[in-house]
T-cell receptor
Framework: DAMVIQNPRYQVTQFGKPVTLSCSQT?????MYWYQQKSSQAPKLLFH???????NEADTPDNFQSRRPNTSFCFLDIRSPGLGDAAMYLCATSPQGGFDQNFGPGTRLLVL | KQEVTQIPAALSVPEGENLVLNCSFTDSAIYNLQWFRQDPGKGLTSLLL?????REQTSGRLNASLDKSSGRSTLYIAASQPGDSATYLCAVTPSYNTDKLIFGTGTRLQVFP
């Protein structure tokens, strides 16, 4: 089945220790998104790639970066995680962008 | 700036009840509105999509309505079941040429037997 896969599903890191979250897709979609969802809050778009073009939201902290080495994979790098970065991180894909987005199961990040 | 609000934040009902979840948005200039379901620790599944020109959409026991001028949408769930227990989020697409979904904070629904 075509799908969006996120690894790991749970990640524990230490305050200030860099961490990388992974997303892969078998849908061959052009667009990939990263959302942050804190407890009981709305998912918030961090950035997205339209093919290789990177689009950063204005209020995304500099601490967050992303890489998309090929169509199938996209990574979220948090350079120096703080306690406030503990959240569910959702990856989504879309054929050509817009509202038609397919979400992965998410990675729950805990910062100690 | 578009803001999306969902009321109530949590709802607990007995099995079999019909229920209504509410979503409101501050800017009526939207392209469409979606309702999503999120199970605990899982990603989002799109349930219904209403285009800005439409008034409602139905899928099985779910019916979503849209009143763009008043900035409101409702999700009606008929004959609720324990399997409907999840968080329901609404999201708007601000315009046709945007990649952004603006989400509400969700309504956490529990249906008990």
């Amino acid at each position: 089945d075509a799908m969006v896969i996120q690894n790991p599903r749970y990640q524990v890191t230490q305050f200030g220790k860099p961490v990388t979250l992974s997303c892969s897709q078998t849908l061959n979609h052009n667009v990939m998104y990263w959302y942050q969802q804190k407890s009981s809050q709305a998912p918030k778009l961090l950035f997205h790639y339209y093919d290789k073009d990177f689009n950063n939201e204005a209020d995304t902290p500099d601490n967050f970066q992303s890489r998309r080495p090929n169509t199938s994979f996209c990574f979220l790098d948090i350079r120096s995680p703080g306690l406030g970065d503990a959240a569910m991180y959702l990856c989504a894909t879309s054929p050509q962008g817009g509202f038609d987005q397919n979400f992965g199961p998410g990675t729950r990040l805990l910062v100690l | 700036k578009q803001e999306v609000t969902q009321i109530p934040a949590a709802l607990s009902v007995p099995e079999g009840e019909n229920l209504v979840l509410n979503c409101s948005f501050t800017d009526s200039a939207i392209y469409n509105l979606q309702w999503f379901r999120q199970d605990p620790g899982k990603g989002l599944t799109s349930l219904l999509l209403i285009q800005s020109s439409q008034r409602e959409q139905t899928s099985g026991r779910l019916n979503a309505s849209l009143d763009k001028s008043s900035g409101r949408s409702t999700l009606y769930i008929a004959a609720s079941q324990p399997g409907d227990s999840a968080t329901y989020l609404c999201a708007v697409t601000p315009s046709y040429n945007t990649d952004k979904l603006i989400f509400g904070t969700g309504t956490r629904l529990q249906v008990f037997p």
